[in-house]
């Protein structure tokens, strides 16, 4: 890092080829985030998204393991590794095609996943027909995974903040994760498990439907329109 000379750098073009701003980072920021639509509406798909989906496998861990010990441990197992070779598989696939398709049509294909998975998981405690269910969860990680990034670029370009987006997403993910594992423990506790997994699947198409009704599409799209920093004309 040492080598790296500072005259090697050009700052605006590592901005996207945007104007520096005279204004301080911070406010910059902040400012900007309360004017970038399509940022927020993607944070908020986040956390439908990860209350939807954090909580899913868990509740059925601990089905499984009231319900047939005896092979619990192995199904489980077998849920957790087997959506990681789907992601390998067809993450090509997505970042191919968010290019092509572009970011809004992926992202309302990761919601479908939960809301299929949780009717599954409500109707049906056959571990094959469980395993083939949770094979769909590879689908909406190897997506979210590609567009998260893309988003965040596509909506902070020439501003920046790509760091300060990326830290607002990220909480965004622990909060939906935090208040889905918090609330779905609950639910299971009042009303069982065939409720708790109606209401995540729920949950995920409340999450589509906001894509549906709010997100634009990002693609190629001027960060100008979306970041309105302070200071910024």
């Not at 077998?78 to 070779?85: D, R, T, V």
């Not at 949780?118 to 969860?137: C, K, T, W």
């Not at 501003?159 to 779905?184: D, E, K, P, R």
Request: hydrophobic letters at 55%.
């Amino acid at each position: 890092m040492a080598q790296i000379r500072s005259a090697d750098i050009d700052p605006e073009l590592a901005r996207g080829g945007a104007r520096k701003h005279k204004s301080g980072a911070w406010s910059d920021a902040l400012a900007g985030l309360a004017s970038n639509r399509p940022l927020l509406t993607f944070a908020s798909a986040i956390v439908l998204f990860q209350l939807s989906n954090a909580a899913m496998l868990p509740i059925m861990a601990g089905s499984l393991t009231t319900r047939a010990p005896q092979w619990a441990t192995v199904v489980i197992a077998i849920c957790i590794l087997a959506p990681q070779f789907v992601v390998a598989v067809i993450a090509p696939w997505v970042g191919r095609t968010a290019q092509s398709w572009g970011r809004r049509p992926l992202l309302m294909l990761c919601f479908v996943p939960l809301c299929v998975r949780g009717a599954v998981f409500a109707a049906s405690n056959d571990p094959s027909v469980i395993v083939v269910a949770q094979l769909l969860d590879g689908i909406s990680a190897a997506t979210l995974g590609v567009l998260v990034p893309l988003v965040i670029a596509d909506t902070t370009r020439g501003t920046g903040h790509f760091n300060f987006a990326q830290g607002v997403v990220g909480v965004a993910v622990g909060i939906g994760a935090s208040l889905g594992t918090t609330i779905a423990g609950y639910v299971a506790d009042m009303f069982g498990d065939a409720v708790v997994f109606l209401f995540l699947g729920s949950v995920g198409a409340f999450g589509f439907l906001l894509v549906l009704a709010l997100m634009p599409e990002t693609r190629e799209a001027p960060a100008a329109t979306y970041f309105r920093a302070a200071g910024q004309n």
